[in-house]
């Protein structure tokens, strides 16, 4: 338990309305709600639109105090990965403009911002605040996350890692062959002279087919991109995957299909000592994604300067795994189990020590 007092910093986070932008949008005002999606992003794209300050928090130790703010830009998710980059920086910039206004201090990437800047390498320009995209963390939470779900199958499960090469993917990696709970890894991913060098490394195997996760016990999804990229097919019976990935590669359609699937949202922790006011997130108040719980963590011990930049290293997830300890009093735990958003029990994982399951309070992401 953290039982000093230093100065701490302020942080704000960027999100960013998800694949349906009038669905989200239609919090902030309902008569958005009413306009067909496509509408909506065509204005989006044609009128000059400002972030918003979309939810405040604070934190238990210090309740008069607000801690961090999430600002949301107005961007869409094929917006951030399409062709229009001045567009695109111009409103990354203009959100992190509001934050440094606010007195933000560290500055967290959420969703599709952090691969719409390189993973926040176009920002390291920014010396009027520090800069993290949040994998560090994200990175530690999931590893947690697998060896949680491996712990209640009856024999080390084969893992396959959709994303392996990416940022987030390539930390995964790193923590779960250190963990040793993976009978195999299969690491799949687009670039196939990243991917070898990290089997090589992990003594893994790797592909950039995505049917490879046919053999999979645990398929985990790492991967940036505006849609579901995992389908039936590549699924073998009675799969689980981890769904790391906000806007969300998996579809409740996919649910359907194959019954004998569990799905599983990944990336999350509990933070019950943190409580956010305003629009929500598709997560209850007392919850955050990974990434925004990093930026959090970063304000709370008062850092300085840029954080995860690119790639993190297994010294930065560990030196963000050991804030999360420092600050265990406000939570930074690994949320229960969540199968788009509801509650799931899972063997390993909800049998262990974990907080209480909240609800979710709404949208964008």
């Not at 911002?113 to 010396?127: D, E, I, S, V």
């Not at 699924?235 to 409740?252: E, I």
């Amino acid at each position: 338990m953290d039982t000093s007092h230093p100065t701490r910093g302020r942080f704000a986070f960027l999100i960013h309305p998800r694949t349906d932008p009038s669905e989200d949008l239609a919090l902030v005002n309902p008569v958005l709600g009413l306009l067909p999606g496509r509408l909506v992003e065509s204005a989006m794209r044609r009128l000059p639109l400002k972030p918003w300050v979309h939810a405040t928090v604070t934190a238990d130790d210090r309740s008069g105090e607000v801690l961090g703010e999430v600002i949301a830009v107005p961007l869409t998710p094929s917006m951030l990965l399409g062709d229009d980059r001045a567009l695109v920086a111009k409103r990354i910039d203009a959100g992190i403009d509001l934050a440094v206004a606010h007195g933000a201090t560290v500055l967290g990437l959420g969703a599709l911002t952090a691969p719409a800047t390189a993973g926040g390498a176009k920002l390291r320009r920014r010396t009027d605040i520090g800069v993290t995209n949040g994998n560090a963390y994200t990175a530690a939470v999931t590893a947690a996350a697998v060896e949680r779900i491996a712990a209640g199958m009856s024999r080390p499960p084969v893992v396959a890692l959709v994303g392996a090469n990416g940022s987030v993917g390539t930390a995964v990696a790193r923590l779960v062959g250190r963990s040793g709970v993976a009978q195999e890894l299969v690491l799949v991913g687009r670039t196939p002279a990243a991917l070898t060098a990290l089997a090589n490394d992990l003594d893994a195997t790797w592909s950039t087919d995505m049917a490879a996760c046919r053999r999979a016990d645990l398929v985990v999804l790492m991967t940036s991109a505006a849609g579901a990229v995992l389908a039936s097919e590549h699924l073998k019976l009675g799969a689980t995957v981890l769904d790391d990935t906000q806007p969300r590669n998996t579809s409740p359609a996919l649910a359907t299909e194959r019954p004998d699937v569990l799905l599983l949202d990944g990336g999350v922790v509990s933070t019950p000592g943190l409580h956010r006011v305003g629009y929500g997130m598709d997560l209850a108040d007392t919850a955050s994604f990974a990434c925004l719980a990093e930026s959090s963590l970063l304000a709370l011990s008062g850092h300085r300067g840029h954080g995860t930049i690119g790639r993190p290293s297994l010294e930065q997830v560990d030196r963000v795994q050991s804030l999360a300890d420092r600050f265990a009093h406000l939570g930074f735990d690994l949320a229960p189990p969540t199968s788009f958003g509801a509650p799931v029990q899972v063997p390993g994982w909800t049998d262990a020590a974990t907080p209480a399951t909240a609800v979710p309070d709404g949208a964008v992401a």
